[in-house]
């Protein structure tokens, strides 16, 4: 869901375009972890719909907001992280887990 880049990555072929759908943080090279992304994006089917948003939070919360006015579905293969996101985290609709997010929840809240 989340893709964190060098500035030097892309140069060099590892696109943006390859992500089917999440957020990317673009850093330079040799910076520290804590230091703010150079560029920070939304990416839907391959096409960047935002970028320059500042941080991954709200990159993660315009993607959930792109997702749902958009009704599209979540790709297969992440399909549990990003219900993990919406009903967990952000406790949207969050009474009607999968019976694996249910777990991980129960194991969150021992």
Request: overall charge negative; proline content about 2%; some cysteine.
């Given at each position: 869901?989340?893709?964190?880049?060098?500035?030097?990555?892309?140069?060099?072929?590892?696109?943006?375009?390859?992500?089917?759908?999440?957020?990317?943080?673009v850093?330079?090279?040799?910076?520290?972890?804590?230091?703010?992304?150079?560029?920070?994006?939304?990416?839907?089917?391959?096409?960047?719909?935002?970028e320059?948003?500042?941080?991954?939070?709200?990159?993660?919360?315009?993607l959930?907001?792109?997702?749902?006015?958009?009704?599209?579905?979540?790709?297969?293969?992440?399909?549990?992280?990003?219900?993990?996101?919406?009903?967990?985290?952000?406790?949207?609709?969050?009474?009607?887990?999968?019976?694996?997010?249910?777990?991980?929840?129960?194991?969150?809240?021992?």
């Open positions: 869901m989340i893709r964190e880049y060098v500035d030097v990555d892309l140069a060099t072929g590892q696109t943006i375009e390859q992500m089917t759908m999440g957020v990317y943080a850093r330079h090279e040799g910076a520290d972890s804590t230091e703010a992304p150079e560029d920070v994006g939304v990416v839907i089917e391959g096409c960047t719909v935002l320059a948003l500042g941080d991954v939070a709200k990159g993660c919360a315009l959930l907001g792109l997702i749902y006015s958009l009704n599209l579905q979540y790709p297969k293969d992440l399909k549990h992280t990003f219900e993990f996101f919406q009903k967990v985290l952000m406790e949207l609709d969050g009474n009607k887990l999968s019976a694996k997010v249910q777990i991980l929840k129960n194991k969150m809240l021992e």
